[in-house]
């Protein structure tokens, strides 16, 4: 009997030691677990706090009035991702949503082609191609100078001979609607036009209908493809000029002065701003509006000349039935 209870006493604190072993080796494990988990969110937030800094970095050292926006396209396609993989619907699928950005789906599709591409970013306008051109600037005058220490002068300004980029290619927020919406419809309609209601006409209308055709598609490229005038940062208010000509704008960090706005679209500032089309794809300001005009114009009679050319043969065929 007692042999027998010692034996049951062993074999009862055998499995408990076990069982004591097998628990203490699962905490271990849940322990470790819990610890890399931990460690790898602390370098995700590491990672995200570098990104942050570095955007705001990039937001305030840069020369042109742009809004805060990731710095490049890849670091946008990667805040999509993180989203994504956060299990987060995003801004893009909430539509019924009041703050739901309109240009959300756009700038993806930009994330995603401009960094295949390689192409830069300024606000959510994407630069395809740029080059470097020479310009004559004004320097800080000696009558600016004179008027800070109190004194009179009448001192000329000064300048210098800078390199500055010149983006000679850039597309706003809204180029798929351009690419995919705005050329599809004047090509399919242009080409339904060329086949069905051209021929027969005389030689003298059928080239200036080609002329209005190719002039219309250069005005469209010219408007969506060009910089609208993206207004350079100035930090300090000019002295030298009346100051209720310019306003501070804190979007982008800089002083505007009158009739530039700051357009949340593209986010950066325009000079002479009229408003954003989505038809061209971009903002609408200083350096596009006479092509824009002309692109309005031309679609206004290319529209009236193709309407009447196709009712004319479709007129001309019922008359033969």
């Not at 989505?278 to 290319?302: E, S, Y």
Request: hydrophobic share 40%; proline share 4%; glycine share 4%.
């Amino acid at each position: 009997m007692d042999s027998s209870a010692a034996a049951s006493n062993h074999t009862n604190h055998s499995s408990t030691a076990s069982a004591s072993k097998g628990s203490s080796l699962h905490q271990v494990r849940e322990n470790t677990k819990c610890s890399e988990k931990n460690i790898n969110q602390d370098i995700e937030e590491i990672y995200e706090n570098e990104r942050e800094q570095s955007k705001i970095r990039n937001w305030k050292e840069s020369p042109y009035a742009v809004g805060l926006v990731e710095a490049t396209w890849s670091d946008e396609l990667s805040r999509f991702h993180s989203r994504s993989n956060a299990g987060s619907a995003g801004p893009c699928l909430c539509s019924c949503d009041d703050e739901t950005d309109p240009t959300c789906g756009c700038i993806k599709l930009s994330a995603i082609v401009c960094t295949k591409l390689g192409a830069k970013r300024i606000g959510n306008m994407a630069i395809l191609k740029e080059s470097v051109e020479r310009v004559v600037e004004e320097g800080h005058t000696d009558y600016e100078r004179n008027l800070e220490m109190g004194l009179n002068s009448t001192s000329s300004k000064r300048t210098r001979l800078v390199f500055r980029r010149k983006m000679d290619i850039v597309v706003g927020p809204y180029w798929p609607m351009l690419v995919f919406i705005t050329y599809p419809l004047i090509f399919t309609v242009s080409l339904w036009t060329a086949v069905e209601a051209l021929p027969g006409k005389p030689p003298l209308f059928i080239i200036f209908w080609c002329i209005c055709t190719v002039s219309l598609c250069l005005a469209l490229f010219a408007t969506g493809c060009r910089d609208p005038g993206i207004l350079l940062r100035i930090r300090d208010q000019p002295l030298s000029e009346d100051s209720s000509r310019w306003r501070w704008n804190d979007q982008a960090l800089t002083w505007r002065p009158r009739g530039s706005m700051y357009d949340s679209d593209c986010a950066c500032v325009v000079e002479k701003f009229d408003h954003t089309c989505p038809w061209t794809g971009t903002a609408i300001g200083k350096r596009n509006f006479a092509a824009f005009q002309i692109f309005v114009a031309l679609v206004f009679v290319m529209l009236l000349m193709d309407t009447i050319l196709l009712l004319q043969t479709a007129l001309m065929k019922n008359a033969e039935v």
